[in-house]
Nanobody, 128 residues
Framework: QLQLVESGGGLVQPGGSLRLSCAAS????????IGWFRQAPGLEREGVAC????????NYADSVKGRFTISRDNAKNTVNLQMDSLKPEDTAIYYC?????????????????????WGQGTQVTVSS
């Protein structure tokens, strides 16, 4: 059974940093492109960042460019999201998702419908 588990969420002050991790169990993550999404209360789920299966292709939402960095360690079967200069508007539940995408160096779109497998999410709260 394919499972994705997010970790690393928590409460942080504005301007602070958090590092989220997405771990896979039951399958090798290196054949999948991975995306990070978030959903704040009352809002639709939005794409944050994604990375190709090789790790050579990435894509970011405009709202997080220059602040968030997505990376993967296929040897450890994990994908990470480094979040710096956090703002209160970054507060949301963060989800990782996986999809098989043609082209190891090409990231998939930051659209929920492009992804097949989802984790349960981890809460990120940015507040003073």
């Amino acid at each position: 059974q394919l499972q994705l588990v997010e970790s690393g969420g928590g409460l942080v002050q504005p301007g602070g940093s958090l590092r989220l991790s997405c771990a896979a169990s039951g399958f090798a993550l290196d054949v999948y492109a991975i995306g990070w999404f978030r959903q704040a209360p009352g809002l639709e789920r939005e794409g944050v960042a994604c990375i190709s299966s090789s790790g050579d292709g990435t894509n970011y939402a405009d709202s997080v460019k220059g602040r968030f960095t997505i990376s993967r360690d296929n040897a450890k079967n994990t994908v990470n999201l480094q979040m710096d200069s956090l703002k209160p508007e970054d507060t949301a539940i963060y989800y990782c998702a996986a999809t098989v995408w043609i082209g190891p160096d090409r990231p998939p779109p930051l659209a929920s419908q492009s992804y097949d497998y989802w984790g349960q999410g981890t809460q990120v709260t940015v507040s003073s």
